[in-house]
């Protein structure tokens, strides 16, 4: 059974920077790749960012290079997600995924394919003002 527990949303001005987190089971990190997608309000959900456990570089999607940054913490078994300069086209629930994927998969793949067998957490609003 994988879980993930995420936080950090909230309301910030445009320019401004948040922090999402992860909490992952610890069996998740070892085996699974994991991203951040999301979801604004009428639309589908997308990948953001993902990272794999192999060598491959973190995946980023287009409007998102260069203002978000993803890293995983290996002793504490969290995932975060840095987001800087914020845009009110960045505003939506924020989710955090994990799906288990050969370590030499790149995690664009992880961002970019159906989502079939991936794990969800719960989520977290994020709101950008402008």
């Known amino acids: 059974q994988v879980q993930l527990v995420e936080s950090g949303g909230g309301l910030v001005q445009a320019g401004g920077s948040l922090r999402l987190s992860c909490a992952a089971s610890g069996r998740t990190f070892s085996s699974y790749a994991m991203g951040w997608f999301r979801q604004a309000p009428g639309k589908e959900r997308e990948g953001v960012s993902c990272i794999n456990t192999g060598p491959n570089s973190p995946f980023y999607a287009d409007p998102v290079k260069g203002r978000f940054a993803i890293s995983k913490d290996n002793r504490t078994f969290t995932v975060y997600l840095e987001m800087n300069t914020l845009k009110p086209e960045d505003t939506a629930v924020y989710y955090c995924?994990?799906?288990?994927?050969?370590?030499?998969?790149?995690?664009?793949?992880?961002?970019?394919?159906?989502?079939?067998?991936?794990?969800w957490g719960q989520g977290t609003q994020v709101t950008v003002s402008s």
């Open positions: 995924a994990a799906v288990a994927m050969s370590p030499t998969t790149p995690p664009a793949t992880m961002c970019t394919r159906a989502h079939e067998g991936y794990y």
